[in-house]
């Protein structure tokens, strides 16, 4: 059963702190989406990776996130220092290729407290 | 750069009748992708339905339909038959041949018994 995989599922972290979320898209996938979404912004565009390269990274806040694909099968994004505006889901999606549709994981749900 | 606009924050439905949910979208490109997510209250993002642009025939899927208005950058999704759980958010979006996928704000479907 192919699907992209989250993880933590759910995360609570104080302010300052660093928080490290994973995602094992389908294998054979070669693109890679992070979104988040808030009930305000409704569903950001972070970064985009094809073929472990970043494509796009425009959405994110360069000062204090980062996202990286270590190997075909892992793709990080790290927020470091967290803040409590950066409570959020955050999804991870892959598509075969550029030219398909994307499958969802089941999001990490991020609280700074 | 590409926008997704859905017009309808919320809709209701009775159980068993049709109900059409709007999307527009705008781009000067003439290849691309367009497709409808569903997330319900699991907020698991499902795919629901695609359709490519080249492509005159509107896609279908069981009880879902669309109708494809290319020159009016049109794509609205139908629901046929609705069911209790088709209540969910609907998620219009858009990619371009090669390039980021991008999303409409929501429209929360009620379907009412």
């Known amino acids: 059963d192919a699907r992209v995989t989250q993880t933590p599922r759910h995360k609570v972290t104080e302010m300052g702190q660093e928080v490290t979320m994973r995602c094992q898209p389908i294998l054979g996938h070669n693109t890679v989406f992070w979104y988040r979404q808030t009930m305000m912004q409704g569903l950001e565009l972070l970064a985009y990776?094809?073929?472990?390269?970043?494509?796009?990274d425009s959405g994110m806040p360069k000062d204090r996130f980062s996202a990286e694909m270590p190997d075909a099968t892992l793709a990080t994004l790290k927020i470091q220092p967290s803040e409590p505006r950066d409570s959020a889901v955050y999804f991870c999606?892959?598509?075969?290729?550029?030219?398909?549709?994307?499958?969802f994981g089941q999001g990490t749900r991020l609280t700074v407290v | 750069a590409q926008t997704v606009t859905q017009s309808q924050p919320e809709m209701s439905v009775q159980e068993a009748e049709t109900v059409t949910l709007s999307c527009t979208y705008d781009?000067?490109?003439?290849?691309?992708?367009l497709f409808w997510y569903k997330q319900p209250p699991s907020r698991q993002m499902i795919l629901v339905i695609r359709?490519?642009?080249?492509?005159?025939q509107n896609a279908t899927e069981n009880r879902f339909s669309v109708n494809f208005q290319k020159a009016a950058k049109s794509f609205s999704l139908k629901i046929s038959d609705s069911q209790l759980g088709d209540t969910a958010m609907y998620f219009c979006?858009?990619?371009?041949?090669?390039?980021?996928?991008?999303f409409g704000a929501g429209t929360i479907l009620r379907v009412k018994s």
């Open positions: 359709q490519e642009a080249y492509k005159q």
């Open positions: 781009t000067s490109e003439n290849n691309y992708y």
């Open positions: 979006a858009f990619m371009e041949y090669g390039n980021k996928l991008v």
């Open positions: 990776f094809r073929n472990r390269a970043p494509l796009d």
């Open positions: 999606a892959s598509a075969l290729t550029e030219n398909t549709e994307a499958f």
